[in-house]
Nanobody, 124 residues
């Protein structure tokens, strides 16, 4: 059992930054990948970023590469998503996800556990 709770969302202007956090509890030693997905109204839940252990390799969607950074604390009980140069198109509910088996890093079906989501809105 892995529990994920997101925080850090809010309303910001284009060009601003936000740092999302995902608190992880439970069987953290069982996790092999952590990821962020996002979903805008009327759209699919899309991959944003992932980090894979034990290599700590990171992966990003083309739309956020160079602007977003995924990272984790040493104990793997917190995962962050630093979002810079935010655009209106980044507006969505952002979800944290965890996988206990390594497969399909960018696919929703690869992840076993999901948080409730945190709203990120970029508007003037």
């Amino acid at each position: 059992q892995v529990l994920l709770v997101e925080s850090g969302g809010g309303l910001v202007q284009p060009g601003d930054s936000l740092r999302l956090s995902c608190a992880v509890s439970g069987r953290t030693a069982s996790t092999r990948a952590m990821a962020w997905f996002r979903q805008a109204p009327g759209k699919e839940r899309d991959f944003v970023a992932a980090i894979i252990w034990p290599t700590a390799s990171t992966y990003y969607a083309d739309s956020v590469k160079g602007r977003f950074t995924i990272s984790n604390d040493a104990a793997r009980n917190t995962v962050h998503l630093q979002m810079n140069s935010l655009k209106p198109g980044d507006t969505a509910v952002y979800y944290c996800a965890a996988a206990t088996k390594l497969s399909g890093k960018t696919s929703r079906g690869a992840y076993d556990y999901w948080g409730q989501g945190t709203q990120v809105t970029i508007a003037s």
